[in-house]
């Protein structure tokens, strides 16, 4: 992935490349992301991380709502994730029982158990993720957004292979 503090939605712009197998690929791969940065992206570097495989896909996050407070986001998906619209939202912070109940009011219920013959979403970690959101926007006023998509379900653990984090800038912290 072609990494930097502006670049927000990488699969958008075409700066990841996926089964990279070998050194040569590697080479070409990062030869060719490198050319797509843009002056406005600001510094720029490659990420490299393992590649993970799974047939669902979850969104998590937190945001600022000005109207509601720091929120805890949670839904299917995914470069669908939009299209989809199932997320279901809590006020943080969020205790494992607010977790679970954030959980149990996603729509697409059938999706977090045993599916095409994968184990069901680990909950456990689920809920240690949403609430771990949740403490996160309670002890980080600074933070204004948190974009985990996708987290792919691998072996039924949600695994976080992309994230976005707004800041609020210096002028801005309290």
Do not use: W, Y
Not at 99 to 127: K, N, S, T, W, Y
Not at 164 to 170: K, P
Request: hydrophobic share 50%; net charge negative.
């Amino acid at each position: 992935k072609l990494a930097g503090g502006s670049i927000a939605h990488k699969n958008e712009r075409g700066l990841v490349r996926l089964g990279i197998r070998t050194r040569s690929d590697a080479e070409a791969a990062a030869a060719e992301l490198l050319a797509l940065a843009r002056p406005d992206d600001g510094r720029v570097e490659l990420l490299v991380a393992p590649m993970v495989s799974g047939d669902r896909e979850l969104i998590a996050g937190m945001m600022r709502d000005q109207q509601f407070g720091a929120l805890v986001a949670f839904g299917l998906g995914g470069v669908l994730a939009e299209a989809i619209g199932d997320v279901v939202f809590a006020p943080a912070p969020l205790n494992a029982a607010d977790a679970e109940a954030l959980i149990d009011r996603l729509a697409g219920q059938a999706v977090l158990g045993e599916f095409r013959g994968q184990p069901p979403v680990d909950r456990a970690a689920l809920v240690e993720l949403l609430s771990g959101l949740g403490r996160l926007a309670d002890e980080r006023a600074d933070v204004v957004s948190v974009d985990l998509n996708p987290l792919i379900v691998c072996d039924g653990r949600p695994i976080a292979v992309d994230a976005l984090v707004e800041l609020t800038s210096s002028e801005e912290a309290p």
